[in-house]
């Protein structure tokens, strides 16, 4: 079956590569690349325990060859790098509107798809996150070693999206980037929220099947209560909380 392309970030409107290029000004507490772990949040080992039912289903649908392919959009690091590195992706949720990447978190547009109920443990799970309401679901994966092109979601400093970048193993060699160091920062753990417009992402080349998940939706108001937030630019929220908790421990560990 030939497969359809489709984007994850807000390549669609937006469509100027220049912009990838911008810099905005953030706090000054704020280092890149960094992000958020979620792992003391979430239960890891019920998340761990969901790798082999995941693998088992997304080989299936490899055979089949229908899932999407991702397009990373203009903003990438390189212009002449890939724009459809071979990643595929399956919707475990649609928007009943054309597609739009600022209807991420617009929960009550998004609905269950047949690949849910596929996918129904995983399902189960996103249920125990700090979410009061989901909007866009997907699973992200790659069989053959290529890189997934290092890039920017969009580029609205004062939009940050309650989302999470989760994985059911560690073999996704997933990193942030500061595009003026070139320093990358590799996802150590099972979880991550992160600042996708101050910083790029990408993944290096992984020999055989990866994937990850990421879930956007509305933060419960007790999660939401409980997070620092930066005075400006909005979109560097999971930077700020990261950079002030490294700080703290820093300071703890001199005192
Ligand atoms: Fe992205």
Not at 62 to 80: C, E, K, M, V
């Amino acid at each position: 079956m030939q497969s359809i392309e489709k984007t994850e970030n807000a390549a669609v409107e937006s469509p100027a590569h220049e912009d990838a290029f911008f810099d905005a000004e953030v706090d000054p507490s704020i280092v890149y690349p960094s992000y958020k772990s979620f792992d003391e949040f979430i239960d890891v080992e019920r998340l761990r325990s969901l790798d082999g039912y995941i693998t088992q289903k997304i080989k299936r649908r490899i055979a089949a060859q229908s899932d999407y392919r991702f397009y990373t959009g203009p903003y990438r690091l390189q212009n002449n790098a890939p724009e459809h590195p071979g990643t595929r992706m399956i919707y475990l949720s649609y928007s009943e509107m054309p597609d739009s990447y600022f209807d991420l978190d617009r929960t009550e547009l998004w609905h269950p798809t047949a690949n849910a109920s596929e996918f129904a443990l995983l399902m189960d799970f996103i249920g125990t996150l700090p979410f009061k309401s989901t909007g866009r679901m997907l699973i992200m994966y790659d069989d053959v070693a290529r890189p997934v092109t290092a890039h920017r979601d969009h580029i609205e400093t004062e939009l940050c999206h309650d989302f999470l970048w989760f994985r059911t193993n560690t073999k996704k060699p997933f990193f942030m980037l500061n595009h003026k160091t070139d320093e990358k920062l590799y996802v150590e753990g099972y979880t991550a929220w992160f600042d996708s417009v101050n910083q790029f992402h990408g993944s290096d080349p992984y020999d055989g099947l990866s994937f990850s998940i990421r879930v956007d939706g509305v933060f419960t108001d007790e999660f939401k209560a409980n997070i620092p937030k930066p005075s400006f630019n909005l979109a560097s929220t999971p930077s700020y909380w990261a950079c002030l908790e490294k700080n703290m421990k820093n300071q703890a560990e001199f005192v």
